[in-house]
């Protein structure tokens, strides 16, 4: 008779294993994506023409919003 059984015999408990982890668990396929390349970020920046500080989310990648915000083309290059 099983534990369960024993314990609790109004209730019919079932044991499963857990599947195996697949192959791609233990290797990654992708290369990681660079920090100024994420989308759907938060991030913090300073005004040039003020002492004003802003902290924004935005869903487009980072590099194009900041660009927005007039950082020059050749700051994240590498």
Do not use: W
């Not at 079932?14 to 989308?39: G, R």
């Amino acid at each position: 008779m099983h534990l369960s059984n024993q314990l609790r015999p109004d209730l019919d408990i079932q044991f499963f294993a857990k599947p195996p982890l697949s192959p791609q668990a233990f290797f990654q396929i992708k290369d990681p994506t660079v920090k100024h390349m994420k989308s759907d970020v938060a991030y913090y920046i300073k005004c040039n023409d003020c002492e004003n500080a802003y902290i924004v989310k935005t869903e487009r990648q980072c590099i194009r919003r900041v660009h927005e915000h007039g950082t020059p083309k050749t700051t994240f290059q590498q």
